[in-house]
């Protein structure tokens, strides 16, 4: 079997009852074909950065599970019927990484202005080539 995870971003504007039934639904699915249901990691409402069928704004949800190929196909194929689903992204699940969702807190800009820029040292390069290679 191999792990998977999927990140799922829905409709904001469909009822919570739907979006749960639907992660019902997928781990449902899992463990009817012999897989293992990992976790759920619900990132909450975003900003998207463009509008995805006019909505600004969409629910994430992480999921991670072990299934076989199979298992994946015919969850990636309910995902595509939903209409609560914006966007999903299926991919294998990297052993020992840690994804999480991103900080709500934007990083200071007034520390990273006040700061005075570093200086990029220039390159040395043993020789320049200014020729082509047809010029000889």
Same mark, same amino acid.
């Given at each position: 079997m191999t792990?998977?995870?999927?990140?799922?971003l829905l409709d904001?504007?469909?009822a919570e009852a739907h979006?749960?039934?639907?992660?019902?639904?997928?781990?449902?699915?899992v463990e009817a074909a012999g897989g293992?249901?990992? +976790?759920?990691? /619900?990132?909450? =409402?975003?900003?998207? $950065?463009?509008?995805?069928?006019k909505k600004a704004e969409g629910v994430y949800h992480l999921i991670v599970f072990e299934s076989n190929p199979e298992t994946l196909?015919?969850?990636?194929?309910?995902?595509k019927i939903d209409d609560a689903v914006l966007?999903?992204?299926?991919t294998k699940h990297i052993e020992? +990484?840690?994804? /999480?969702?991103? =900080?709500?807190?934007? $990083?200071p800009v007034a520390a990273a202005a006040a700061a005075p820029p570093a200086a990029?040292?220039?390159?040395?390069?043993?020789?320049?080539?200014t020729r082509s290679d047809e010029e000889e």
């Open positions: 792990t998977y995870e999927i990140l799922l904001p504007e469909q979006q749960e039934d639907l992660i019902a639904r997928l781990r449902s699915l293992t249901w990992r +976790s759920h990691d /619900s990132w909450g =409402r975003r900003r998207l $950065a463009y509008e995805i069928q196909d015919e969850i990636v194929r309910v995902l966007r999903q992204m299926a020992g +990484s840690r994804t /999480s969702a991103p =900080r709500e807190e934007p $990083a990029v040292p220039t390159p040395d390069y043993a020789e320049s080539n």
